[in-house]
């Protein structure tokens, strides 16, 4: 019985990871003059002016811009050529974008990494909805426009596949942790050879890390009450309760 209620608990969150998602607002954003970046659930995106060196980047319009309620990140340099990059690839599914002299025209929105397709997005006197972008395994991008003008963005939005990887937890049987819950100790069975793992809070944050055998015992006394993510070298990962 206290096995099918876990389950049910997981199927819960597994529901709330799906409709999760990471929005760069620039709210917490460093301006570094040439670049901004911003860090959210340990993911980091970095702003790109046209050129790291000379480039003017700034964070402003506290009260919005056009469509948007919050910061927003200008380059303020006039250039035909902007970019984002990422600490790890990503799935990206939409941004608001900006022409700051208040003009109309088109962006060109183009991934690197992954297979996905350009997106083009009309800007109409200087604003534009939220461009829509869907892709996948993406490492950085780049807009483009055909005249300088000066590029703004806001609500940079990931999908929630980004962040869901480890958690795809494994139905393998041969590999389990005990006991479970518990409240002093994990151990692992199963183990043909010595693993490295790594725990993991269901926030997805790295909580302890090591090398385990199967006659070893990972200590988690330090750990708060609640459910945790085992992920092992080997591809299988397992929940447990800390008590």
């Known amino acids: 019985m206290k096995q099918f209620y876990i389950l049910i608990i997981i199927s819960l969150l597994n529901l709330n990871y799906l409709s999760a998602q990471i929005t760069f607002e620039w ?3 460093t301006d570094n003059g040439s670049t901004i970046t911003e860090t959210i659930d340990g993911i980091t995106v970095t702003f790109h002016g046209a050129n790291d060196e000379t480039s003017d980047v700034i964070i402003n319009t506290p009260s919005g811009y056009c469509n948007s309620s919050n910061n927003v990140s200008w380059e303020i340099t006039d250039t035909m050529l902007v970019s984002f990059s990422f600490s790890e ?14 003009q109309s025209n088109t962006y060109t929105f ?6 996905n397709s350009p997106v083009i997005a009309s800007i109409v006197d200087g604003c534009a909805p939220a461009v829509s972008l869907n892709w996948i395994n993406v490492t950085s991008f780049t807009v483009s ?14 999908k929630s596949s980004s962040t ?19 409240s002093d100790f994990i151990q692992i069975s199963g183990l043909i050879e010595d693993e490295k793992y790594i725990i993991y809070s269901v926030l997805g944050e790295e909580l302890k890390n090591g090398v385990i055998s199967s ?16 992920k092992l070298e080997n591809g299988n990962t397992l929940k447990f309760i800390k008590e």
Do not use: C
Not at 89 to 102: E, Q, T, Y
Not at 145 to 158: A, K
């Open 27 to 29: 709210l917490t954003a």
């Open 89 to 102: 690839p990503v799935d990206i599914a939409s941004i608001i974008a900006f022409n700051g002299r208040g």
């Open 110 to 115: 183009t991934a690197i990494g992954g297979e």
């Open 145 to 158: 426009t055909p005249t300088e003008n000066q590029f703004g963005f806001d609500n940079l939005v990931l």
């Open 164 to 182: 869901l990887s480890i958690f795809d937890i494994s139905l393998k049987e041969t590999v389990n942790v005990f006991p479970n819950p518990t």
């Open 215 to 230: 006659k070893e015992k990972i200590g988690i006394q330090h750990l708060n009450k609640g459910m945790y993510f085992l």
